[in-house]
């Protein structure tokens, strides 16, 4: 089992740029796809990145892409979201995720979630 927890959230201009950071536990961090989702109030959970278990593969919503970048530090046991050019829109809870065999941008396929971190955008 892996456990998840998330940092660098905060309140960014829009324009601006934050480093989302995901902790995991446990020796098989490297095995793991792993996902990042955000949420909003009232709305579903929302796709946002996906990066394979070497970091040679990755896949992104197309509302963040060419501004968004995920990356893993597998020795370190962490995943990275990089988010620059920041809109309004990006506002939301940001949760990483661990799980599934290959890139999936479907929540459902992933059994490993951490609590969240807030990512707010003022305009």
């Known amino acids: 089992q892996v456990q998840l927890v998330e940092s660098g959230g905060g309140l960014v201009q829009a324009g601006g740029s934050l480093r989302l950071s995901c902790a995991a536990s446990g020796p098989t961090f490297g095995m793991y796809v792993m996902g990042w989702f955000r949420q909003s109030p009232g709305q579903e959970r929302e796709f946002v990145a996906t990066i394979g278990w070497s970091g040679r593969y990755t896949y992104y919503a197309d509302s963040v892409k060419g501004r968004f970048a995920i990356s893993r530090d597998n020795a370190k046991n962490t995943v990275f979201l990089q988010m620059n050019s920041l809109k309004p829109e990006d506002t939301a809870v940001y949760l990483c995720?661990?799980?599934?065999?290959?890139?999936?941008?479907?929540?459902?396929?992933?059994?490993?979630w951490g609590q969240g971190t807030q990512v707010t955008v003022s305009s």
């Open positions: 995720a661990a799980g599934p065999s290959s890139l999936s941008d479907r929540s459902d396929e992933y059994p490993y």
